[in-house]
């Protein structure tokens, strides 16, 4: 029997076992939707330790590079990987009931739950209290969008808002006819699998056109499901995201934001005057999204090259068009925008932070799951006083702890 852990839970399983029946054995939930064809590409793990005592990589997986497997192909390979498994893992050898050493495998879907996000903005006073004009509206049981008719329904009307995040992606519901927010989730940005930065997610485009746009569909599809309305009744879905995020989602061609002068090609039609905004609009149903077909799903504009929608998107919260006052916007992440400036004049930069916070550069650089430090203070002791995620032992960094750290330390007695 070899150890398995997925999102840190323990199983014992035998020759031949898919990780994905370990995950399950587990109640530990894996997206697919192929029954485990190996066609639907969803339920991919990444192998942190031990993937050598899987079987070697299927056909269905000549996509995945590294260290990411297909949950429903990778199997325990424990009798013909035995002696390979066990010299490849001298750090945490472990024992079966006989006394033997066995093989550990340690992998986690890119789905994990109880990600932490920031859910209250601190009492900046900054930005401007919106008044509440959505593009969908009712009249009786027609749905409009901007005074179009999509569909008819006495139900009530919902919106998501979408921050698609090279690392991490966040949803908001609305009731589109109060403004509440209903629900939000957050996951981790499958894509992984195909790089880190976004430079690395234009190079796979290239070799695997579209692979990267469908799989984060059916992650979507499965986070839509599960809010608690009925997704039908979504009529509309606010989308940013740094420009190459936002244009893979829309299904456009991110080659040219590879590209010196690192252009997405709706700046280029904008520039050559075949459009008149770099926003991108589309339908639930083009989007392969589980909302209603007619729905709108709009992709707000970019600002230029690598800055973008989110960027946009930061500079509307804090309304910085209106502001006297010089303000200043980090939108740190791994693709970070900086903003500064005023009514009168805005520059703003972007640079990859991705090696501090994926942890590749940060040996101990973990996303914002439990067991993640979140809060850092240099105590008048000289000793540091951490919270951590779950309220767990420490496992590790993640950004909010990593800003923290940083301050504390510039701050701290040196
Ligand atoms: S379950 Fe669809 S590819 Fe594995």
Not at 60 to 86: D, Y
Not at 126 to 132: D, E, H, V
Not at 145 to 171: K, N, Q, W
Not at 385 to 397: D, E, F, S
């Amino acid at each position: 029997m070899v150890a398995v852990t997925i999102n840190g839970q323990t199983t014992h399983a035998a020759d031949g076992a898919s990780l994905f029946d370990c995950a399950q054995g587990l109640g530990i939930q894996v997206p697919t939707s192929c029954q485990q064809q190996g066609k639907c590409k969803e339920c991919i793990v990444e192998v942190t330790e031990g993937i050598d005592g899987l079987s070697a990589p299927a056909e269905q997986e000549r996509h995945l590079k590294g260290n990411f497997r297909l949950s429903c192909q990778a199997r325990v390979a424990e009798a013909g990987n035995r002696s390979l498994t066990v010299a490849a893992l001298p750090a945490h050898p472990s024992r079966d009931r006989e006394g033997a050493v066995g093989a550990i495998i340690r992998c986690h879907t890119m789905r994990r739950a109880n990600m932490r996000i920031e859910r209250h903005a601190f009492g900046l006073p900054l930005g401007r209290q919106a008044a509440l004009d959505p593009a969908v509206t009712r009249d009786g049981e027609r749905i409009l969008i901007d005074g179009a008719e999509i569909a008819r329904s006495t139900g009530p009307i919902h919106g998501i808002a979408m921050d698609l995040g090279t690392t991490t992606i966040v949803l908001r519901l609305f009731d589109l006819a109060s403004g509440e927010q209903i629900a939000d989730t957050s996951f981790e940005n499958p894509q992984r699998f195909g790089g880190s930065d976004v430079m690395a997610r234009i190079s796979y485009d290239g070799e695997h056109r579209g692979l990267l746009m469908r799989t984060l569909a059916g992650y979507l599809t499965r986070a839509i499901e599960e809010l608690p309305v009925d997704p039908r009744s979504i009529y509309e879905m606010v989308v940013v995201g740094n420009s190459t995020m936002r244009d893979l989602f829309f299904g456009q061609s991110v080659y040219s934001i590879g590209q010196s002068p690192y252009r997405s090609v709706t700046e280029l039609e904008m520039a050559e005057g075949k459009r008149t905004t770099t926003s991108l609009t589309s339908t639930g149903r083009r989007c392969l999204l589980p909302i209603h077909p007619q729905a709108r799903v709009y992709g707000a504009p970019i600002i230029s090259g690598h800055v973008g929608a989110d960027a946009a998107a930061c500079m509307l919260a804090v309304d910085i068009a209106h502001e006297d006052r010089i303000i200043a916007v980090m939108d740190i992440g791994t693709n970070t925008e900086l903003i500064l400036g005023n009514r009168h004049r805005i520059l703003a930069a972007s640079c990859p932070a991705g090696p501090a916070f994926e942890g590749g550069a940060i040996a101990c650089g973990m996303p914002a799951l439990d067991g993640a430090i979140e809060d850092v203070t240099l105590g008048s002791d000289g000793g540091f006083h951490l919270g951590v995620i779950g309220g767990t032992a420490p496992q590790g960094i993640c950004g909010s702890g990593l800003v923290d750290l940083m301050s504390e330390l510039l701050d701290g007695p040196i």
